[in-house]
């Protein structure tokens, strides 16, 4: 159930990450929802993914920031962007490295807190704010003091507050995930669908690097499918049996999880799950190299002349092939090609 909450939680954020860069707002409420239910329900915060629950909140209250009627925080004083603020302060503990991006965010996010407030009319907030803000240290009195004038004029269009406005806010957070999601790619959902996959006696040893007497064609493809595959099967067993036990309930709420069955069966389009219930899980043992029979030939042309060169998966799915991948479809059509 952990793992599968965990996974769950990895691929809301992913989700999350791409409809805030998109702009999308239903579909990034959506899994806000979805997020916000699956870290309600963590009783802590796995060390690993700490970075994930953070970006997450970050997020959330980013999209919220200027609306000043929604509090995140007990206290009824502290506004969205504050308390995004308290989470990229987390953030920036969890990086190995900070750089002038990380500045020029927390700045940006600092400026925009004032600037919200002297939008709105709020200026003796904007004041009050401008006090939590800023410690006594000697790199934070320049930008509390043309923060702390530019309150005292009441003009919220000044040029500083022009200059590092909401919209640049945006831009650079947008700048910040697309890196993250770089760079933190996990493949813990792997390891442990491997670990699983082991305990069942599937085998999945292509998962473990260890050397294999084919092409790299092959190799290549015998990876992709251990990685579905394996990720099918944690999902299976442990994905549906949180829910009926009620331990991620909140995830089924709004639809969220009828979502990551979708995923699933996006995972069906791209493996042909006959195939795997016929041979049990082919990835415990090498493939023969069968010849390819005139029928394989008319169910191939056929299935690009339906769905079009490239979408092979959908191929593989239509027609009737004798255990066959994506990835022999398309040598087969490039020979196909070649010899015609």
């Given amino acids: 159930e ?14 999350l990450c791409r409809h805030f860069a998109e702009g999308g707002g239903a579909e990034f409420q959506r899994w806000r929802n979805v997020a916000q239910a699956l870290i309600n329900g963590l009783s802590q915060i796995p060390r690993h993914q700490k970075k994930t629950v953070y970006l997450c909140q970050l ?11 929604l509090k995140f925080e007990n206290d009824k004083r502290i506004s969205p962007l504050e308390s995004a603020l308290s989470f990229w302060t987390l953030l920036e503990r969890e990086e190995i490295k900070l750089e002038k991006r990380h500045e020029d965010i927390r700045r940006l996010i600092q400026i925009q807190i004032v600037a919200v407030h002297m939008e709105k009319g709020y200026f003796k907030e904007a004041a009050e704010v401008l006090e939590r803000l800023f410690t ?9 003091v043309k923060l702390a004038t530019i309150i005292k004029t009441k003009d919220p269009y000044v040029p500083l507050l022009q200059s590092f406005s909401y919209s640049l806010l945006i831009s650079k957070i947008k700048s910040y995930i697309e890196r993250f999601m770089k760079e933190n790619e996990t493949n813990f959902l792997i390891q442990e669908a491997t670990k699983y996959a082991e305990s069942k006696g599937l085998g999945a040893i292509a998962l473990q690097n260890k050397s294999l007497e084919v092409n790299e064609n092959y190799k290549s493809d015998l990876e992709t499918k251990g990685r579905f595959v394996l990720s099918i099967i944690l999902l299976r067993d442990c994905t549906f049996l949180s829910c009926v036990n009620g331990r991620v309930q909140n ?13 699933i069966n996006c995972l069906l389009g791209l493996y042909n799950m006959q195939n795997v219930g016929k041979n049990e899980v082919p990835l415990a043992r090498g493939r023969k190299r069968q010849r390819w029979t005139h029928t394989e030939d008319m169910e191939l042309k056929l299935g690009v002349k339906e769905f079009g060169v490239g979408n092979w998966a959908k191929i593989l799915v239509h027609g009737n092939f004798n255990n066959r991948t994506s990835v022999m479809l398309k040598d087969r059509w490039r020979t196909l090609n070649k010899t015609e």
């Fill in 59 to 69: 997020l959330i209250r980013i999209a919220q920031g200027k609306n000043l009627g």
């Fill in 251 to 263: 995830c089924c709420v709004d639809g969220g999880f009828s979502l990551f069955w979708m995923y």
């Fill in 136 to 144: 006594d240290s000697e790199s934070d009195k320049p930008l509390r």
């Fill in 2 to 15: 952990a793992v599968a909450a965990e996974w769950m939680l990895e691929f809301a954020c992913s989700c």
